[in-house]
């Protein structure tokens, strides 16, 4: 699904917005009256374009334009999804929303970035409130999946329902949030481990750097695999959440934190938190500092993704909704994508092991394309690898797209045999090439034996139309 998005307020947050829909297929227009606004978000879509694509196997839709308007009327009109994330100011965002109403589609979903204010807030005396809900999204919004989607007591269901869909489509998840409350849900949380490390800070029990270990060294890697509540369930051992609570419930009484006072915000404290931070990351730029955390968010996610967990269980649902047929053409395209980070050396290049997954993920596309399938070898069927041969031509690079050409230059019977070369999509330039030769096989018996018919019939005429001999 693709459409055209309206993003009022370019910032940090509108630019993530931006690009997650300029790299789903959408065409974006984009009102923000600071005149640095297209240089701004011109740098977030810099690290969105390199970081994203890395998480896909399959190939990106084409980049949709942004453009840069003068007007909210000019942003909204025609707009499938209007997203505000202008300051937090209900001042201002009323203002904001009575102009997005008088001039968006009937059946545009409006949705805001706010952090903090209930939707029913937003929607006070606007004409028309039906289509306005809190679509809440956590930075970089173009790699982070998460979206607290938080109607309002005025929000049409149908508008609850399409705010899914397109967020499910672009990739997000949208997390329905069914009671409005100030900060939604996520916030409370974060806002709480906030307060905390700010006392601990300000009494001098932890430095920001610390704190910052605490969490990156320890939970943190839990909750980014389990969450809260799950990860207790197994602090409880065999008997679960319920030894948990028992063994570790009474200790919530104990005044261990002071969750229930804050500390007194003044230049003193602000002295002191920015002090600490600037000797942690002082020396290094905030564009290193995003281009490290998107590399990381890319591995993290990675990894999920293939043991098919957590956030990365959902990069690889919509990793299947991005797959298209391989069509017909000779050579086929059969694996067109981006190069993660977490493929990459010492050397800087990609390891030499990766391309001999490019080359079998090739391979696979083939084997779907001509039926031998999921289905297939789940009843028993499937191909194995018995040679390979792969020559190295050229350094690949982390973020560099590429592209594999493949032809079945042998389809007889039970032998098949696969040309592969893979290609950058930049220049065309061949980075390496792979001669791979398969059996078909009986996964029961695990020997060779014939395809069944409409596998072998679908090989002979792709080795037809390759050039082979059979």
Not at 181 to 194: G, N, P, T, Y
Not at 367 to 380: E, L, P, S
């Amino acid at each position: 699904m693709s459409g055209t998005a309206a993003i009022i307020g370019g910032g940090v947050i509108g630019g993530g917005w931006a690009a997650r829909f300029a790299l789903m297929g959408w065409e974006v227009w984009v009102f923000d009256p600071d005149p640095e606004a297209e240089r701004k978000i011109a740098a977030v879509m810099a690290n969105a374009e390199r970081a994203l694509p890395m998480l896909y196997e399959a190939p990106m839709p084409p980049r949709g334009a942004i453009r840069f308007v003068s007007t909210i009327a000019e942003a909204v009109a025609g707009a499938d999804w209007v997203q505000e994330s202008v300051p937090e100011r209900l001042d201002l965002k009323l203002k904001i929303y009575r102009d997005i109403v008088s001039h968006a589609s009937s059946e545009a979903v409006i949705g805001s970035s706010t952090s903090g204010f209930r939707p029913s807030q937003l929607q006070e005396g606007l004409p028309d409130a039906s289509r306005i809900v809190v679509a809440h999204p956590f930075n970089p919004v173009y790699l982070l999946p998460l979206i607290e989607l938080v109607p309002g007591v005025k929000t049409a269901p149908e508008a609850v329902d399409k705010a899914k869909e397109i967020l499910t489509g672009i990739g997000m998840y949208p997390l329905h949030v069914r009671a409005e409350i100030d900060a939604h849900i996520a916030d409370r949380f974060l806002e709480a481990v906030w307060r905390e490390a700010l006392w601990l800070v300000k009494d001098g029990i932890a430095t920001t750097e610390e704190i910052d270990n605490a969490i990156r060294y320890g939970f943190g890697l839990r909750w980014a695999q389990m969450g809260l509540f799950e990860t207790y369930r197994i602090a409880g051992g065999e008997a679960g959440m319920r030894h948990f609570l028992e063994q570790f419930g009474p200790c919530l009484t104990w005044p261990w934190t002071r969750l229930t006072d804050v500390p007194e915000f003044n230049d003193d404290l602000v002295d002191l938190i920015a002090g600490q931070s600037d000797e942690q990351s002082g020396h290094r730029t905030i564009r290193e500092l995003e281009r490290q955390r998107d590399d990381n968010l890319v591995a993290i996610l990675h990894a999920l993704k293939g043991r098919e967990a957590a956030a990365g269980k959902l990069v690889l649902d919509h990793d299947a909704l991005l797959r298209g047929p391989l069509g017909d053409g000779v050579p086929l395209v059969t694996v067109r994508r981006t190069v993660p980070v977490d493929w990459t050396d010492v050397n800087g290049h990609m390891n030499e092991g990766r391309y001999g997954q490019v080359f079998s993920d090739a391979s696979e596309e083939l084997m779907t394309h001509v039926g031998a399938d999921r289905a297939y070898i789940d009843a028993g069927n499937s191909y194995f690898t018995a040679e390979t041969n792969i020559k190295y031509l050229a350094e690949t690079l982390a973020a560099e797209k590429f592209f594999v050409e493949t032809r079945v230059t042998l389809g007889a019977g039970k032998k098949l045999r696969l040309w592969h070369e893979m290609k950058r999509e930049a220049d065309g330039e061949t980075l390496a090439t792979c001669d791979q030769f398969l059996l078909h096989v009986s996964l029961e018996t695990r020997r060779s034996c014939p395809p069944l018919a409409h596998v072998a019939e679908a090989v002979e005429r792709l080795a037809a139309a390759h050039g082979a001999q059979s």
